[in-house]
């Protein structure tokens, strides 16, 4: 069950930045899937995702699948430390092997279309043990609309944690992306524009987070995208204030840690849609904190 809540809370994560129906199907775990396009949401159990963590899904304006993105399940292919692409008809995308990532990864991979161009999309992804940022290229244009791979595992930063986010620039058209350094307090932040992936841009906020490399817990925005959770595996959990325009981090308040005393630390994070609340999980237990009051 804690498994179903942390994915849950991680699709949420991927995809609360978009405005229309792009997040509408889900694919993740073991074959499990949801359409968001009907009301209730209906299952699907035509996708072929199989994943303890890392998964994301991306639909075009209309809410039908475009690409879904899962790491390989290292239990059926030892040691295969890489991503499986899926195009719209479930089969395994063009040029699309070899792409970095893995199956255990709390934020491992990212869809985000470029802007101004519907038909190119950039696929982030974090490399286990290196533990660093690469992107990939997908054109739809390429098999007959199912898209393919034009170019793969560019680098963009290294000694990185396993969160991975993004949110809406202030302008409506162009997209932060943001992971955490490891060993450090810095977040590293990345534009993309029509023009491609701008920065790397740093800023210091909030604790000094891994201890041991990876870092497992969530980076997750607010609903209006002006505050930011920061859940780490090891004990630490900041909530931040985000500037969509400047993409200025500011730490709003470090949250007391002595409810956590037992076993595995913060992991999964989001806020309510009217922002008021924010929801962590441990384990499992679920806490709700309230972010109308001072304390």
Same mark, same amino acid.
Request: hydrophobic content about 40%; glycine content about 8%.
């Given at each position: 069950?804690?498994?179903?809540?942390?994915?849950?809370?991680?699709?949420?994560?991927?995809?609360?930045?978009?405005?229309?129906?792009?997040?509408?199907?889900?694919?993740?775990?073991?074959?499990?899937?949801?359409?968001?396009?009907?009301?209730?949401?209906?299952?699907?159990?035509?996708?072929?995702?199989?994943?303890?963590?890392?998964?994301?899904?991306?639909? @075009?304006?209309?809410?039908?699948?475009?690409?879904?993105?899962?790491?390989? @399940?290292?239990?059926?292919?030892?040691?295969?430390?890489?991503?499986?692409?899926?195009?719209?008809?479930?089969?395994?995308?063009?040029?699309?092997?070899?792409?970095?990532?893995?199956?255990?990864?709390?934020?491992?991979?990212?869809?985000?279309? +470029?802007?101004?161009?519907?038909?190119?999309?950039?696929?982030?992804?974090?490399?286990?043990?290196?533990? @660093?940022?690469?992107?990939?290229?997908?054109?739809?244009?390429?098999?007959?609309?199912?898209?393919?791979?034009?170019?793969?595992?560019? *680098?963009?930063?290294?000694?990185?944690?396993? +969160?991975?986010?993004?949110?809406?620039?202030?302008?409506?058209?162009?997209?932060?992306?943001?992971?955490?350094?490891?060993?450090?307090?810095?977040?590293?932040?990345?534009?993309?524009?029509?023009?491609?992936?701008?920065?790397?841009?740093?800023?210091?906020?909030? /604790?000094?987070?891994?201890?041991?490399?990876?870092?497992?817990?969530?980076?997750?925005?607010?609903?209006?995208?002006?505050?930011?959770?920061?859940?780490?595996?090891?004990? /630490?959990?900041?909530?931040?204030?985000?500037?969509?325009?400047?993409?200025?981090?500011?730490?709003?308040?470090?949250?007391?840690?002595?409810?956590?005393?037992?076993?595995?630390?913060?992991?999964?994070?989001?806020?309510?849609?009217?922002? +008021?609340?924010?929801?962590?999980? +441990?384990?499992?237990?679920?806490?709700? *904190?309230?972010?109308?009051?001072?304390?």
């Amino acid at each position: 069950m804690i498994r179903i809540v942390m994915l849950i809370i991680l699709q949420v994560a991927c995809f609360s930045s978009f405005g229309q129906n792009e997040r509408n199907i889900w694919y993740f775990g073991k074959y499990a899937g949801l359409d968001f396009n009907i009301i209730p949401p209906s299952y699907l159990s035509d996708g072929f995702a199989t994943t303890y963590e890392a998964s994301c899904s991306i639909s @075009d304006k209309n809410g039908d699948m475009l690409i879904y993105v899962n790491g390989w @399940d290292t239990a059926v292919i030892p040691y295969m430390y890489q991503l499986q692409v899926w195009n719209r008809d479930h089969h395994i995308m063009q040029n699309s092997s070899g792409i970095y990532g893995n199956t255990s990864m709390t934020q491992g991979i990212l869809i985000l279309p +470029k802007p101004s161009d519907s038909t190119i999309y950039y696929l982030l992804s974090i490399r286990p043990f290196n533990w @660093d940022l690469h992107y990939s290229i997908i054109d739809m244009n390429l098999d007959s609309g199912r898209g393919g791979l034009t170019q793969k595992n560019i *680098f963009l930063s290294d000694s990185i944690t396993e +969160k991975l986010t993004t949110i809406k620039h202030a302008n409506g058209r162009d997209w932060w992306i943001i992971t955490h350094q490891w060993g450090t307090n810095i977040y590293i932040e990345y534009l993309l524009t029509p023009w491609g992936i701008m920065g790397p841009y740093t800023i210091g906020a909030g /604790q000094t987070i891994g201890v041991t490399a990876g870092t497992p817990g969530q980076l997750v925005f607010s609903q209006d995208g002006n505050m930011l959770c920061m859940a780490n595996h090891e004990g /630490q959990l900041d909530l931040l204030s985000f500037d969509r325009c400047t993409g200025m981090i500011t730490i709003i308040e470090s949250l007391d840690t002595t409810l956590f005393t037992f076993g595995l630390q913060y992991y999964g994070c989001s806020f309510s849609p009217d922002n +008021k609340v924010l929801y962590v999980s +441990k384990w499992n237990q679920l806490y709700q *904190f309230d972010l109308t009051v001072s304390n």
